[in-house]
């Protein structure tokens, strides 16, 4: 996945409709998500479309894969995700993600439809985040 950083740079110099491509063609570099994963545990609640995000690794270096059932949606996941992904998880959990995403001005750009889930995949990533950096503190 791109740095979030290079996909604005990208991003800013684009019309709207190739926006929207850019955003199909990041949910399509995200990495593969196994339907075995796409659960009613994983999903994230609140979105217009199906998001599903399955956290892995660990408190050095968080992963996780995403999907949605929308290719729109599927891209700003892929926003959501390359903002935090690979990071370490105290930082995940400290980060301002809304403030990451706030050069891609979501809610200007796309329907309410397909971001209003954006809060709660950014609360799921960074709640996830902070339980994995409090229990290798604790360790």
Known sequence: ????????????FLDADDRYRLLIELGRELDPMPAALKTEATLVRGCAAQVWAYPTGDADRLHFLA???AAITKGI??????????????????????AALAPFDLANQLSSNRTQGVPN????????????AAAARAT
Do not use: G, K
């Open 121 to 132: 995949m950014i609360a799921l990533v960074r709640d996830h985040a902070a339980r994995i």
């Open 67 to 69: 999907d949605s059932n």
């Open 1 to 12: 996945m791109r740095p979030l950083d290079d996909i604005a740079e990208e991003y800013a």
């Open 77 to 98: 996941v892929a926003l959501v995700i390359a903002a935090v992904q690979d990071r370490p998880a105290a930082q995940v959990a400290a980060m301002d993600v809304a």
